[in-house]
């Protein structure tokens, strides 16, 4: 299973962004993916999560509310819609994928995403 991220970029507190990871190669219904962020300095937490099957979803305390993660399942492609964005979301946002409750087997490489205040 190959990952590919996108869509990072610079915005302004209070603005929007949407992260796409498109999942290639085999890909299982009993997976989940999930976004993960590390800013400089700090270790890396867990964002959200989907599982393929059942669409059923989790998020950190800290994005409840602002970010939406859904998927797009004839494309293999999970989004995190970002609002209400704030600088402390800065950070490199990883897409992962891995059997559902069990372990993150596979990484995207990261995408940045800038907040200035």
């Known amino acids: 299973v190959q990952l590919q991220a996108s869509g990072g970029g610079l915005v302004r507190a209070g603005g929007s962004l949407r992260l796409s990871c498109a999942a290639s190669g085999r890909t299982f219904s009993s997976y989940a993916t999930g976004w993960f962020r590390q800013a400089p300095g700090k270790d890396r937490e867990f964002v959200a999560r989907?599982?393929?099957?059942?669409?059923?979803?989790s998020y950190a305390d800290s994005v409840k509310g602002r970010f939406t993660i859904s998927r797009d399942n004839a494309k293999n492609t999970v989004f995190l819609q970002m609002n209400n964005l704030k600088p402390e979301d800065t950070a490199q946002y990883y897409c992962?994928?891995?059997?559902?409750?069990?372990?993150?087997?596979?990484w995207g490489q990261g995408t940045q995403v800038t907040v200035s205040s």
């Open positions: 992962a994928g891995g059997p559902y409750g069990i372990s993150w087997d596979y």
């Open positions: 989907i599982r393929w099957s059942s669409g059923s979803t």
